[in-house]
């Protein structure tokens, strides 16, 4: 079955520092992952796709499939990157199934 | 740039009561699903539409849930004889190509007494 596990309720670092978000997936096919991202009093956002391989506001995500893992990380943290986190695989060409997400505060 | 836009933002109903919940895609997706979200908990996948068909209402958790799409469009989820686990906001997600990402409405958040 497919599964994307965020072993992380909550995170908290401090600004500057470097941040690394977990994701783990299951899924016997060739996997799509996604980064989510929801901040205070606004809608659920795509951050960013492994498959574009882009950097979005200094975060990138690496797919690891021997370690089934789809880490996001930023090396120097801001304040404003305090947010829910999800990240997301698809398969069958439309069905997304997300982790529980991981809140992350970044402190001054 | 409308995005997509559901209503209402909140619903207070009483228990074993109709709720309707209606969403707007942004124009020309063709894709659209809801989502459910528990207190505390992940994202819940309930139904997906392709077009105004809905190939995939596997995540519908019982028989009082229901969910139409017309003019490949507006949506409506509705629930029927609401029950206090209901309790919860619903995300509507629309898209063009579901592999680019979704976009999320600001969803409705439910509460049954």
């Known amino acids: 079955a497919q599964r994307v596990t965020q072993p992380e309720k909550l995170l908290s670092v401090f600004k500057g520092a470097p941040v690394e978000l977990k994701c783990n997936y299951s899924?016997?096919?060739?996997?799509?992952l996604f980064w989510y991202v929801q901040y205070s009093r606004q809608r659920l956002q795509l951050l960013l796709r492994h498959i574009s391989r882009e950097s979005i506001k200094g975060f990138t995500a690496d797919l690891n499939k021997g370690e089934t893992s789809f880490h996001l990380k930023k090396p120097f943290a801001q304040e404003e990157d305090s947010a829910m986190y999800y990240c997301?695989?698809?398969?069958?060409?439309?069905?997304?199934?997300f982790g529980k997400g991981t809140l992350l505060t970044v402190n001054p | 740039g409308a995005g997509v836009s559901q209503s209402p933002s909140n619903k207070v109903t009483e228990k074993g009561k109709d709720v309707e919940l209606r969403c707007d895609p942004i124009s020309g997706h063709t894709a659209l699903y809801w989502y459910r979200q528990r207190l505390g908990q992940g994202l819940e996948f309930l139904i997906y539409f392709q077009g105004n068909s809905a190939p995939d209402k596997s995540g519908l958790p019982s028989d009082r849930f229901s969910a139409e799409r017309t003019g490949e469009s507006v949506s409506t989820l509705t629930i029927q004889r609401t029950q206090q686990e209901d309790s919860a906001v619903y995300l509507c997600?629309?898209?063009?190509?579901?592999?680019?990402?979704?976009?999320f409405g600001n969803g409705t958040r439910l509460t049954v007494t």
């Open positions: 997301a695989l698809i398969y069958s060409n439309y069905k997304l199934t």
């Open positions: 997600a629309s898209s063009l190509i579901p592999r680019d990402g979704l976009h």
């Open positions: 899924y016997s096919g060739s996997p799509e």
